[in-house]
């Protein structure tokens, strides 16, 4: 990794315990497909 980002909080591992509250997920296709994806974890009543 380069050391000028080596603070940044950047995830090299998978982590099935992380208690994630929202979350989200860039995905850049060729061709100027691009979408994001926002979840956020339910409240409830």
């Known amino acids: ?9 950047i995830l090299l591992k998978t982590r099935e315990d992380a208690k994630l509250d929202l979350v989200m997920s860039n995905s850049f ?3 100027g ?8 974890r339910w ?3």
């Open 1 to 9: 990794m380069d050391p000028a980002i080596a603070d940044m909080p």
């Open 29 to 31: 296709g060729f061709g």
């Open 33 to 40: 497909t691009n979408a994001t994806l926002v979840l956020k």
């Open 43 to 45: 409240a409830g009543k």
